[in-house]
């Protein structure tokens, strides 16, 4: 099992400057070895699916991938004497950073999906570099080792749990001072409950009146932290906009501007890993719609989405559901609201419908609460059955591959 624990750095001035000293020394690494694979991508590419009979042929050369920019290394420091200071293996990170992101431009994920061309890291971009493996015990008390840092202070309010090992360790530099992110693992893996054998399921239908509905008629409110941060986030903005650039009025509202984003987004963490927590004390498997938030956040109803963290929340209950040998279950979405969740028949409805009514049994309930039901039943494999449709096998469940849209 593998978690991530941060921690709030307390560093002197000293130590301050020497992660910024870094921070910019890998920032210049990091645009020299993007720039050196654009150059070859761009001599060894053809824009047509042929070449013509006579043309000019530059010196080829090897295509640059991460081994060969790790060679280099050495090199660089005997050349440029004060990339020393770096870390080995924080230097190779760096390489490693650009071989992902040009990947990622060429060939895709695992998916085949594209991540968009790399850019090259402008002043203050660059914001984390990683040691990729730490002493067996960086840890004594509240200060913690790190390879040619030293020692540097933290806020350790959260021990590491016995049997643990710290793996790795990010240092991160944010609105409001430095943080150090570190991945620890464990090789024991909680056994997973059979869904067969689950005692006490639930199904949640996410939403924007309420963030979700669970199937037993509780429901937990949205907070709306980004709406209710806008006047203050406005007048931090009006200061940026009115203040000249290059200033250091506008770097200190900046600054400000981006602790008070970051107050919202963590407050918004927080209530999600609370949630989360209370739906798995309480049950041993959460069914819920796999919904396109991306497709959502891309319509009016965006600052809402946003607002509720759906994602978020759903990667969080996700997490800590396998870390404790429980169920999360993702289901097809459609027709979850328009159905009844009594007789199984087809009742449609428009989006300003709140009321599930069902003319052929007299059910009635909160649409919410009639979706939630339906989405438990698709995820323990009952039948959820619509007017049109005679077919008798379950519509969903574990291990069917659930829809985008709903």
Known sequence: MIASYQYRLRLTKSQKAEVEKWLELLRYQYNYLLADRFNWYEQNRCSINSCPLICYLPDLRNNPDYFSQKKTLPQLKKDRPWYKVLQSQ???????RVDLAFKGFLKGDSNGKKSGKPRFKGKNRYKSFTFPSLSKNPINGNILTLPKLGKVKM??????????????????????????????????????????NVSNPVGIDMGLKSLLVKSDGTEVQIPQYYRKAQKRLKKI?????????????????????????KKVADTRKDFHFKTAKNLLDDHDLVAHEKLNIKGLAKTKLAKSVLDAGWGQFLSILSNKAENAGLVTVAVNPRNTSQNCSNCGKKVPKKLKDR??????????????????INILNLAVGRPVRSKASRVTEPLGGVGKKPALSR
Do not use: E, M
Not at 162 to 188: E, H, N, P, W
Not at 359 to 372: E, I, M, Q
């Open 90 to 96: 924080v230097l190779q990170d760096c390489v490693k």
């Open 155 to 196: 806020v350790y309010h959260r021990p590491i749990p016995k049997g643990f090992k710290i793996k790795t360790a990010t240092i991160t530099r944010k609105a409001d001072g430095y943080y150090v992110t570190l991945s620890i693992k464990d090789d024991s893996v909680p056994g997973t409950i059979p869904v067969d």
């Open 237 to 261: 903005q009006k200061a940026v906009t009115r203040s000249k650039k290059g200033s250091k009025n506008r770097k200190k509202a900046v600054t400000k501007l981006g602790k008070a984003h």
């Open 355 to 372: 009321i599930h009514s069902c003319p052929h049994c007299g059910y009635v309930a909160d649409r919410d609460l009639n979706a939630a």
